[in-house]
């Protein structure tokens, strides 16, 4: 009722995820932080093991797009984080 026809049927796109291939200071910090904190632990999403390895050698995995699956990891939990998804 609110919104036209148009703008409720049309095709629906997805919503792209800054791709970062290398990731360095001050990024790496902040990706640290992020998962290192207090909300990411209790949340328990991810192994604290393949994290430590992510963080451990931050450049070396890639998505299957040749993303950089630590930034990917990270982009989540700070999303997490900041929308009080706990």
């Known amino acids: 009722r609110l919104l036209p026809k148009e703008v409720v049927d049309r095709p629906k796109g997805y919503f792209p995820v800054p791709a970062l291939t290398h990731l360095e200071e001050p990024f790496l910090s902040i990706v640290r932080d992020a998962l290192h ?3 990411a632990k209790e949340r328990g999403l991810f192994r604290p093991d393949f994290v430590e ?15 950089n699956v630590l930034w990917q990891v990270a982009l989540l939990e700070m999303w997490l984080q900041s929308n009080g998804v706990g």
């Open 37 to 39: 904190a207090p909300e």
């Open 53 to 67: 390895e992510l963080l451990a050698n931050p450049n070396e995995r890639r998505t299957p797009v040749k993303s």
